[in-house]
């Protein structure tokens, strides 16, 4: 049986899945005047004829209007660029005062890159976003930072006064969490957090000093996958140091890295070194085939939740395939280290299009991850074959729950013989991708399994934000509400599907947390 808590504004299909694909929903179209849609003319502007719209010829720096003098081509007579406009209607007859009557047609205007480097234009983004400010009042670092602008400032009102003139990134986005909630608080689709990400990088780029404790910090951070691979090499050594308490001192003062936070252990055997040994794939069915993206954390701190989502997979007559891979760029995002990601997302793509080329859909354990490859690669990166990564994607339970009927086989399974009971958060980033009620809704009808979904909060550590030593008040006191929760609940094993809230839950509560793959496993005796 299952305790829960309805979730605002999180409508699901069937299946539970309503996320992303690759790409984002089109911004709605808005009528009327500028102010108010009323359709009235505006004050000081000629009224125009029942076939005539007013308009206003805007000159280029060096241009006049036609008819002035110097002989400038008028507006009807040059290309549009940025900035200005053209005729639509040729020889138009002049409007009152001698200026000539041309369309303000918003589809002349070229695409301008704002944010140099970024492949993809946030014009229309900008241009949608009304000022409504739910964004604002969705994101939990605003929440408890009251120096913090929000979502609003950090995307659309940037991107703004970057075609306004050189004007800086306000070092403030570095406080963005990237947990992407303001994407689905937004009525309008603005891409916000593909703002935040371009905003960002640019900031760390061209503003940071490369030689700051700072910037030093966070590109150790944001390369987790380069510390987690050496520290392998000598796993239980590598635990111990990192965790001793005159290490612990040294790393705050010296690097800002919050002594009060327990580095996760390292796995004797990694996810890949298992997979290896074990001679790979138990199963061949060309049919029902996968690519397994593990990311960082299963492979070399959890690999337990990898061995479960195999054992799951082959259950049902899937082939596993785990194609050579990097880091899905995750805490690089967050970090402004787009090089980096753009590096490890060109060997990802690679790799996984090969895959879904041999028939494969690609399944991720981990909701971050999942975003990144369906989400922020595409907005992000004009590579190859990313749309086709995008499209097959899918976290592992949304994948199952699609493909496979759950609930007949949870029923034959016939439940735990040992009555457990779970406290479940939802990571943003699994909200983000409509997969917030899945795990809840997969082992309600358990027997054995008591399911309580603690709320919606996000649990405050949003990947590296929670591992920066000025951060780390803020990230426990955006956690507070999750706390609460979990002791409330009846369960005193804490479940989640992101390695990063997990750490976050475990922290805050002293519980025990799983992966809901690893209970699916244990029910279904996988």
Request: charged share 30%.
């Amino acid at each position: 049986m299952t305790r829960h808590t309805e979730d605002d504004g999180d409508a699901e299909d069937s299946n539970g899945t309503n996320g992303p694909s690759g790409g984002r929903d089109a911004a709605r179209e808005r009528a009327g005047c500028g102010d108010c849609g009323c359709g009235s003319p505006s004050p000081g502007v000629p009224e125009a004829g029942r076939d005539e719209q007013p308009s206003i010829f805007v000159p280029d720096e060096g241009e006049v209007a036609e008819g002035e003098a110097g002989g400038g081509r008028g507006a009807s007579d040059r290309a549009a660029t940025d900035g200005g406009v053209e005729s639509a209607s040729g020889g138009a007859e002049s409007a009152p005062g001698g200026t000539d009557s041309t369309e303000l047609d918003p589809d002349a205007y070229d695409p301008v890159d704002v944010f140099p480097g970024g492949d993809l234009d946030l014009r229309e983004g900008a241009d949608s976003c009304y000022k409504c400010t739910s964004c604002d009042t969705s994101c939990p670092v605003a929440e408890v930072d009251d120096e913090f602008p929000g979502p609003k400032f950090q995307g659309p009102e940037q991107w703004r006064l970057k075609r306004k003139g050189d004007h800086d990134i306000d070092e403030s986005i570095t406080s963005c969490s990237n947990c992407m909630r303001c994407d689905d608080a937004c009525p309008s689709s603005v891409p916000l957090s593909q703002m935040h990400n371009e905003a960002r990088g640019q900031f760390v780029e061209r503003q940071m000093e490369k030689l700051s404790v700072e910037y030093v910090r966070n590109r150790i951070l944001a390369n987790y996958r380069t510390s987690a691979s050496l520290a392998s090499m000598f796993p239980r050594t590598a635990s111990f140091a990192m965790n001793f308490g005159p290490a612990r001192w040294a790393m705050e003062k010296v690097m800002g890295i919050p002594k009060e936070r327990d580095f996760p252990e390292f796995a004797t055997e990694t996810f890949r070194e298992w997979w290896k040994a074990r001679g790979g794939a138990q199963v061949e069915n060309p049919d029902k085939r996968v690519a397994y993206f593990h990311g960082c954390y299963s492979n070399y701190n959890t690999p337990e939740v990898g061995k479960a989502m195999v054992r799951v997979y082959e259950h049902f007559g899937y082939e596993v395939m785990v194609p050579p891979q990097k880091c899905s760029g995750t805490p690089m995002f967050a970090n402004g280290m787009l090089k980096d990601a753009r590096r490890h997302a060109e060997t990802n793509v690679e790799n996984l299009v090969e895959a879904i080329g041999e028939g494969a859909d690609v399944i991720a354990s981990c909701t971050s991850c999942s975003m990144s490859l369906r989400q922020e690669y595409p907005e992000l990166f004009d590579l190859h074959g990313i749309e086709d990564v995008a499209e097959h994607t899918f976290e592992a339970l949304e994948y199952l729950r699609i493909h496979e009927d759950l609930e007949g086989e949870l029923d034959a399974a016939g439940g735990l013989d040992d009555e457990r009971a779970f406290a479940y958060h939802a990571p943003c980033h699994a909200r983000n991708q409509g997969l917030s009620r899945q795990a809840v809704e997969t082992f309600r009808d358990v027997d054995g399994v008591t399911m309580e979904d603690v709320g919606d909060s996000c649990s405050g550590i949003s990947g590296t934000y929670g591992w920066k030593e000025e951060k780390y008040e803020k990230s426990m006191e955006i956690g507070a509400e999750m706390f609460d929760h979990m002791e409330d609940a009846e369960g005193d094993v804490g479940m989640t599907e992101c390695p990063t809230c997990a750490m976050q839950m475990e922290h805050g509560t002293g519980y025990e947390i799983e992966h809901p793959l690893q209970l699916l496993a244990d029910t279904l005796g996988a």
